[in-house]
């Protein structure tokens, strides 16, 4: 009898393990997402890197699944004829104190292989970017952007016709795991599997609950802000320029990138989100909120990063502050080339219960059920990477 496959959860991760169930051939797979499109949460609010591997620990799955996924990822967007653009990618010191962790990313990107990476001086940096400002940097040639939206809606398309199932408006509520057998109840309908593989990103906890898993990592929403460039402007940034990012301080600052279609947006930020899905200062979830709060690990947590929560919530709600740091990289941004905001994006960020942020990609296994419980940058570049490593590892199967 053919196996039953449920994946939960409809972001570039899920639909990318679910099409390399689906091409085996040899299950029946079917898709649960509570919304009423595919890439509605993280896949959909990125800002479109496929990255190259500069920032991973060597060694760590990050480093591994980067690496490999990118790669993949450009491949797809040949065969499917969706945009891939190699714009390449600038790491600036603003200064001689950033230098040492300059050093210590080129330490990492050469160990991960990051493909044409070069030192640069300030007279090579101009010559990439001519409007950056610093004192050093890195470049990237390779890293590249993309459309994650496009991708996740070709590989839901891609299920569909080798006879797969993308079910939207399945909104989990319950999920009950016998010996080799689950049963996923949604509204008015439950389904059947054998195997269930929990892809849900900022609700990845939640689900981890309902089928017996522990209460740790949490989910601590971060929201990421973004600002769009002026379009007269552009010429102010030929591809990406990212700041030296603290290792202190699991996000990478305010930066710039010129997406796939040649906007350019300016962040994102970290602000402490409000809600699971919160996209704004105005989605509020009271539930949400005191479940971070009452987290045994929110004191240290709160210790340990009160300085940088607080500038990056005074940036949020005071637009000069936020400019003041994009400023930094681009000395002849003014403040009326940052127009608007575009639209926000929510980290789902593992948070353990002694306050630590989880960095690498974390997997649980409980009897039938595989449960992603943390996914965050470089997932969707390395999604279909992912996949072959869930396949392999946690369901015996061969991609």
């Keep these: 009898m053919t196996e039953r496959i449920g994946i939960v959860g409809a972001g570039i991760v899920g639909l990318a393990i679910a099409q390399a169930l689906a091409r085996t051939g040899d299950f029946d797979v079917t898709v649960l997402e509570k919304e009423a499109r595919v890439a509605t949460h993280q896949t959909g609010h990125n800002s479109g890197v496929v990255h190259a591997g500069l920032y991973y620990q060597p060694g760590s799955l ?196 010129r997406g796939v279609y040649d906007e350019i947006h300016v962040g994102p930020n970290a602000v402490p989100a409000l809600a699971r899905e919160g996209y704004s200062w105005g989605r509020i979830s009271v539930r949400d909120t005191w479940e971070s709060l009452r987290w045994p690990g929110a004191g240290k947590l709160a210790r340990d990063h009160w300085r940088m929560g607080g500038k990056e919530i005074a940036a949020s709600v005071y637009k000069p502050l936020y400019f003041k740091a994009a400023q930094a990289f681009i000395p002849e941004l003014r403040p009326s080339d940052l127009t608007h905001r575009t639209t926000a994006g929510v980290r789902a960020q593992a948070w353990a219960r002694d306050g630590s942020l989880l960095d690498d990609f974390a997997v649980d296994q409980v009897g039938p059920v595989t449960v992603l419980r943390n996914a965050p940058s470089p997932a969707a570049t390395s999604s279909m990477a992912i996949a072959e490593h869930v396949l392999s590892r946690y369901l015996g199967i061969q991609p």
């Design 62 to 257: 990050k480093a591994e699944l980067c690496a490999r996924g990118r790669a993949q990822i450009r491949e797809y967007c040949r065969e499917h004829s969706l945009p891939y653009r190699e714009t390449g990618k600038l790491v600036v010191a603003l200064n001689g104190d950033e230098v040492p962790r300059l050093d210590e990313i080129e330490r990492r990107s050469r160990f991960n292989a990051v493909p044409g990476l070069a030192r640069l001086s300030v007279e090579r940096l101009r010559d990439i970017e001519p409007h950056a400002a610093g004192v050093a940097a890195l470049h990237s040639p390779h890293t590249a952007v993309v459309d994650y939206a496009a991708i996740a809606e070709t590989m839901a398309n891609q299920i569909r016709k080798a006879g797969g199932r993308v079910l939207l408006n399945q909104e989990v509520t319950a999920v009950q795991t016998s010996a080799g057998a689950c049963l996923v109840s949604t509204a008015g309908t439950t389904h059947a599997f054998d195997r269930l593989v929990v892809c849900a990103g900022l609700h990845s906890d939640t689900i981890a609950k309902l089928v017996g898993a522990s209460d740790s990592p949490r989910i601590l929403p971060f929201r990421g802000e973004y600002w769009s460039l002026a379009p007269e402007r552009n010429e102010l940034v030929r591809g990406m320029i990212y700041p030296v990012p603290d290792p202190a301080f699991p996000f990478l600052g305010v930066h710039f990138t």
